[in-house]
């Protein structure tokens, strides 16, 4: 029992001292999110018609062992949905054109395990949106702010990888949302952000 404890101190006590060794990297990421809402009410779901939008921002890398590391970012966020085919106004005014728009300073969390000898990591963590700005639109046409229909922040979850060659790298995520982004669905259902991102990284 001692030698196995003693054993698991040493490998912890080289994994930080590893760390310690390694710097700290600043990176900065732009691409572009294929997004949509997931509507929710009595047992049943449907998702909305998918857009795409802008994300970019940067990103520390902080070692927290050998092949692990801890990864805050800060990120800009365009997202939202179509309403598509299905969904009428008053007197049958037809709304399937209608684009719902929302930007959000986004900050992620996220824990990452680098696969030694390689340019590959994976990672997930929780997301934290604050709510910039929202707005409604016909396609083509007339466009207003609906930022007071909306919640003011949103907690997602992400999951992802990237593949770096030296300082250039690709990055791939899904970010699911778990908290209902629509004050009006309070109590009737709900409505939350989903996307995939696919982005372009550049460590300093």
Same mark, same amino acid.
């Given at each position: 029992m001692r030698k196995t404890i003693s054993l698991l101190a040493l490998v912890l006590s080289l994994s930080v001292a590893s760390a310690q060794k390694l710097p700290i990297q600043f990176g900065l990421k732009a691409g572009?999110?294929?997004s949509n809402v997931r509507l929710s009410e009595g047992g049943m779901s449907l998702s909305l018609s998918s857009i795409t939008g802008f994300h970019g921002g940067a990103f520390v890398e902080i070692p927290a062992g050998v092949s692990f590391f801890v990864q805050p970012e800060l990120i800009y966020?365009?997202?939202?949905a179509k309403l598509g085919e299905g969904f009428e106004g008053e007197n049958g005014i037809d709304l399937s054109n209608v684009k719902l728009k929302t930007d959000y300073i986004s900050v992620p969390v996220l824990a990452k395990y680098k696969i030694p000898l390689t340019g590959l990591g994976i990672y997930a963590g929780p997301q934290y949106s604050f709510l910039a700005s929202a707005k409604g639109s016909l396609e083509g046409g007339e466009s207003g702010s609906t930022k007071e229909l909306y919640k003011s922040g949103e907690f997602a979850g992400v999951v992802g990888a990237e593949y770096f060659f030296k300082k250039v790298g690709i990055i791939a995520r899904y970010q699911f949302g /778990?908290?209902?982004? /629509?004050?009006?669905a309070e109590g009737e259902g709900s409505m939350k952000?989903?996307?995939f991102a696919i982005s372009l990284g550049f460590k300093l």
């Open positions: 572009v999110n294929l966020n365009m997202l939202g /778990f908290s209902n982004i /629509f004050k009006e952000n989903n996307a």
